[in-house]
């Protein structure tokens, strides 16, 4: 799917994708903050715009798990190389980081 063609709730769909709570994407968005409670629930529902919505978020989910996946083989590379140097220190550092990163701690 691309872009909406109702630039307006392309604009909200991609506000609601970053995280903005549902009315403030909606203002936002150029719509009148009077009555953007309603409107906004009712909007949110619509087809083109939820099925949007959700080609997004899948897009951001897919470049966060690259991001963490670079992060991730950055931190063993240095774990590799705090190792081989006897600096264990450094290697538990990164080890730590990498737990951080995958919702262990």
Same mark, same amino acid.
């Given at each position: ?16 994708? %970053? ?10 968005? #150029?719509? /009148?903050?009077?009555?953007? +409670?309603?409107?906004? $629930? ?25 991001? %963490? ?10 774990? #590799?190389? /705090?190792?081989?140097?006897? +600096?264990?220190?450094? $290697? ?14």
């Amino acid at each position: 799917m691309t872009a909406l063609i109702n630039h307006r709730h392309e604009a909200f769909a991609q506000g609601l994708a %970053l995280g903005k709570p549902q009315t403030t994407a909606y203002i936002d968005a #150029g719509y /009148a903050a009077n009555g953007a +409670q309603p409107n906004s $629930a009712r909007l949110i529902l619509n087809d083109m715009v939820s099925a949007r919505l959700k080609e997004l978020q899948s897009q951001n989910r897919a470049r966060n798990e690259q991001d %963490l996946d670079t992060m991730i083989a950055h931190l063993e590379r240095a774990r #590799g190389s /705090a190792m081989a140097l006897g +600096q264990s220190s450094a $290697a538990v550092q990164a080890i730590m980081a990498k737990a951080k990163l995958l919702g262990f701690i």
